[in-house]
């Protein structure tokens, strides 16, 4: 048996989420059955964690487990043969042997997701389906202060949905940032060593409730020490979320050579 | 009458092109469509100029002709009402009242195109719309070189599609550069004054085999001075380009506000 860790990109438009679901077109499932089919018997896979229908990702991970000796695997042509059966909107960007010790969701040491927002006047036919469009003005510096406070461990019990799971709802955020990339293209930046259900969706619509001036900036600091949903802004929507990268220990020296 | 200049975006996947094409799905024909509608009555416009079936724009600039007063006309409402109008891959960023004198064509002193490249060893899920996927390694400074040898005053007689129109080939290249935007991401940039029909595709396939290591990069000063289109290289996809912007005489302060 080899164990195998994959580096998966998805546009998530078509995708009912990345998690299994019966009936439902999802990134498991389309994943699942191209492996299935390559490898001749059902396959499983395992993602690092969950992301919501409509959410993308350029850096994804999974792992399976093949029936196959290492020496006996050709790993390039699996990648290669792997894209050549799924659709356009998913692929595998990298595959690489991982020991038996190696698990995509417990091992992840750290998450880091890129929510886009485009801050113009009219909408745009080229960035709509990864950038969420705002029409008015937003104040970049209010935002850059409401996110800073964001850095550190704080309890997320407040920026979770309320269908959210029995995990811890303590959080250590490594990086909170703003960024603006020109022509009304403003990048929120977030890694965190895990996220709780939909946390990076509240928070932005936190941070753009703070650029239009309905909330102050201290705000998000008084909705993380309140715990209370309600003092939080709305969910922003999925398209504007990307899971950019998921952190493992050194030791496996994942996907170094891309 | 009023004569209107129009910043036009396009995703140029689901249009055969910009240009007017009985029964066929275009830029212009939904545009005109749309201004149509609005205006209740059939309204033509003007492009700055041609964009193949497949190629995308961000910068594209149109006018039109309206028979209302300056003063009576509400741009900002017929930029939203526009805008609701279209499908979601066209869109008018922006609408600006300019003199009689202003042609979207004849006006235009130049183009910039960007032609995006993905050069790493599986596809994407996320950029295969706008970017050319080549999994074999470029060398990015080979293609430098070729690159420079654009700028300046050329005969492109050798770099068209041979079904061409008859306007000069002697195109002014004020910038041909190679940009690495990381994780195998490269933009080829080229602005003239004009250009001829497919030039930049096939220097952008010129670029690509000089890459490659099938042509030498002096290649492309070679082809240049023999004006021959069997020594410049392939046509590359249409997907990977985008009309970037289009430049007007500085007296027009053409969409400045943006």
Same mark, same amino acid.
């Given at each position: 048996?080899?164990?195998?860790?994959?580096?998966?990109?998805?546009?998530?438009?078509?995708?009912?989420?990345?998690?299994? *679901?019966?009936?439902?077109?999802?990134?498991?499932?389309?994943?699942?059955?191209?492996? %299935?089919?390559?490898? /001749?018997? @059902?396959? *499983?896979?395992?993602?690092?964690?969950?992301?919501?229908?409509? =959410?993308?990702?350029?850096?994804?991970?999974?792992?399976?487990?093949?029936?196959?000796?290492?020496?006996?695997?050709?790993?390039?042509?699996?990648?290669?043969?792997? +894209?050549?059966?799924?659709?356009?909107?998913?692929?595998?960007? %990298? =595959?690489?042997?991982? #020991?038996?010790?190696?698990?995509?969701?417990?091992?992840?040491?750290?998450?880091?997701?890129?929510?886009?927002?485009? +801050?113009? %006047?009219?909408?745009?036919?080229?960035?709509?389906?990864?950038?969420?469009?705002? @029409?008015?003005?937003?104040?970049?510096?209010?935002?850059?202060?409401?996110?800073?406070?964001?850095?550190?461990?704080?309890?997320?019990?407040?920026?979770?949905?309320?269908?959210?799971?029995?995990?811890?709802?303590?959080?250590?955020? /490594?990086?909170?940032?703003?960024?603006?990339?020109?022509?009304?293209?403003?990048?929120?930046?977030?890694a965190a060593d895990h996220f709780v259900? +939909?946390?990076? /969706?509240?928070?932005?619509?936190?941070?753009?409730?703070?650029?239009?001036?309905?909330?102050?900036?201290?705000?998000?600091?008084?909705?993380?020490?309140?715990?209370?949903?309600?003092?939080?802004?709305?969910?922003? #929507? %999925?398209?504007?979320?990307?899971?950019?990268?998921?952190?493992? #220990?050194?030791?496996? +020296?994942?996907? *170094?050579?891309?």
């Amino acid at each position: 048996m080899t164990r195998i860790a994959m580096l998966i990109e998805y546009d998530g438009k078509r995708f009912h989420g990345s998690q299994f *679901q019966l009936g439902l077109r999802t990134v498991q499932s389309e994943l699942e059955s191209a492996l %299935s089919t390559y490898l /001749r018997k @059902p396959t *499983q896979i395992i993602l690092s964690g969950r992301t919501d229908q409509g =959410v993308h990702a350029v850096g994804q991970v999974g792992h399976v487990d093949i029936d196959e000796d290492e020496r006996a695997l050709d790993l390039w042509r699996l990648n290669w043969a792997i +894209n050549g059966i799924l659709k356009k909107d998913l692929s595998l960007r %990298s =595959v690489q042997v991982v #020991p038996a010790s190696f698990h995509a969701r417990f091992e992840a040491v750290q998450r880091e997701y890129v929510y886009r927002l485009l +801050n113009r %006047s009219q909408r745009s036919a080229v960035l709509k389906d990864n950038h969420y469009f705002i @029409p008015r003005a937003l104040n970049l510096s209010s935002m850059q202060e409401g996110a800073a406070s964001l850095l550190g461990t704080h309890d997320f019990r407040g920026f979770r949905s309320t269908n959210a799971d029995k995990s811890s709802t303590v959080c250590l955020v /490594r990086r909170a940032e703003i960024l603006n990339k020109g022509e009304g293209q403003l990048e929120f930046w977030i890694a965190a060593d895990h996220f709780v259900y +939909n946390m990076v /969706r509240i928070i932005a619509g936190t941070l753009i409730e703070i650029g239009l001036g309905k909330k102050a900036p201290e705000s998000l600091a008084t909705a993380l020490v309140a715990k209370d949903r309600n003092l939080a802004g709305v969910t922003a #929507p %999925s398209w504007g979320l990307t899971l950019h990268s998921v952190y493992y #220990p050194d030791k496996y +020296n994942l996907f *170094q050579a891309l």
